[in-house]
Every structure is written in structure tokens, then in C-alpha cells.
């Protein structure tokens, strides 16, 4: 750990609950519940270690809230309503200049993929173009439910684990 990464660790530490939910409380998209069990275990060593604490909180949640969790992300490719930091990520993939056939073709996967499932598709897209996602959603729809639950939930982890560094990188 860099001592820049120590300071910040530090000011996290200090948070109140209310603070703590401000700074971190978006990683995992609209669920800052998440963020609220977090805070019971200050202080962090890290931001691994504060990421750990969140990924340990969501695996061991019910079942329920897990499924609302996935819920909460917003289907890829679509022009649906997202947040602010969901459509820089996709912006960042390629997914907001989807020509029309593409658009189509994504939105009719996301369907065929939410009747299935009853989640949207889930994907940390960082790294991703829009043929991978696209590749990757043609392949995940012929998963079992089980297996996509539990796919979805390591893809949130890393989504999450995204945005934590970028909160301790600037």
C-alpha cells in the first residue's frame, strides 16, 4: 500500500456513517446498504480490504437481496435510464454509439435475457468493446440460472471494484 493509499484509508476510517455511505455508498449500483453494513467493520487496512468487507456483506445477504442488487444495474447497450457512472462505463465500452441494428440486437438479447433470468445481463464492461459484450451475452443466455446468478454476482464485484479505486485514485 502507497502512503497516498494509507491517507486515504485513514480518511475513510475516520467517516461517520452518513460520510462513509456518500464516498462509497454508489459502488454497488443503488445499494448503498451495502455501504451501511461496511461501516460496522472500520477500519479498513485497505481499499482490498474495505472491498472484501463489501463483497463478504452481498455473498453472505439473502438471497432476496442479492437478486435486488442485480436488479439495480441497468441493461447493457439499451437507452434505458442509468446512472451518471453506468453510462461513463458504457460510453467507455462503445455501447452509446451502437448503430441501430446493434441497438436492436442488444435490446433483444437484454429481453430474451431478463425473461430467463429476471435480472438484466451483467457485465463489468471496463476493458470490454461491444462485440465482446456481445459475444459474452449470447453465450450467458444459454447458462443455468444458478450459474448466471452467480456469474452476475462476481461481475458486480468487479464493477465495484472498479469504482473503489477509482475513488482512492483520485
Given at each position: 500500500?502507497?502512503?497516498?493509499?494509507w491517507m486515504?484509508?485513514e480518511?475513510?476510517?475516520q467517516?461517520?456513517?452518513?460520510e462513509?455511505?456518500?464516498?462509497?455508498?454508489w459502488?454497488?449500483e443503488?445499494?448503498?446498504?451495502?455501504?451501511?453494513?461496511?461501516?460496522?467493520?472500520?477500519?479498513?487496512?485497505?481499499?482490498?480490504?474495505?472491498?472484501q468487507t463489501?463483497?463478504d456483506?452481498?455473498?453472505?445477504?439473502?438471497?432476496?437481496?442479492?437478486?435486488a442488487?442485480?436488479?439495480e444495474?441497468?441493461?447493457?447497450?439499451?437507452?434505458?435510464?442509468?446512472?451518471?457512472i453506468?453510462?461513463?462505463?458504457?460510453?467507455?465500452?462503445?455501447?452509446?454509439q451502437?448503430s441501430?441494428e446493434?441497438?436492436?440486437?442488444?435490446?433483444s438479447?437484454n429481453?430474451?435475457?431478463?425473461q430467463k433470468?429476471?435480472?438484466?445481463f451483467?457485465?463489468?464492461v471496463i476493458?470490454?468493446?461491444k462485440?465482446s459484450?456481445?459475444a459474452?451475452?449470447?453465450?450467458?443466455?444459454?447458462?443455468?440460472?444458478?450459474?448466471?446468478?452467480?456469474?452476475?454476482?462476481?461481475?458486480?464485484?468487479?464493477?465495484a471494484?472498479?469504482?473503489l479505486?477509482?475513488?482512492f485514485?483520485?
Amino acid at each position: 500500500m502507497n502512503v497516498n493509499e494509507w491517507m486515504e484509508c485513514e480518511e475513510v476510517n475516520q467517516m461517520n456513517r452518513k460520510e462513509f455511505i456518500q464516498k462509497v455508498g454508489w459502488v454497488f449500483e443503488h445499494s448503498p446498504w451495502v455501504a451501511s453494513a461496511a461501516w460496522e467493520n472500520i477500519p479498513f487496512e485497505s481499499h482490498e480490504h474495505l472491498l472484501q468487507t463489501m463483497i463478504d456483506i452481498v455473498q453472505n445477504a439473502e438471497k432476496s437481496m442479492q437478486l435486488a442488487l442485480l436488479c439495480e444495474h441497468p441493461d447493457l447497450g439499451t437507452r434505458l435510464q442509468m446512472s451518471e457512472i453506468s453510462k461513463k462505463e458504457q460510453a467507455g465500452a462503445g455501447l452509446n454509439q451502437l448503430s441501430k441494428e446493434e441497438l436492436e440486437e442488444f435490446v433483444s438479447l437484454n429481453r430474451c435475457y431478463v425473461q430467463k433470468f429476471k435480472f438484466p445481463f451483467i457485465l463489468a464492461v471496463i476493458g470490454q468493446s461491444k462485440e465482446s459484450i456481445l459475444a459474452a451475452m449470447k453465450q450467458r443466455v444459454n447458462n443455468s440460472y444458478n450459474q448466471e446468478f452467480n456469474i452476475a454476482l462476481l461481475e458486480v464485484y468487479k464493477i465495484a471494484g472498479f469504482r473503489l479505486n477509482d475513488i482512492f485514485k483520485s
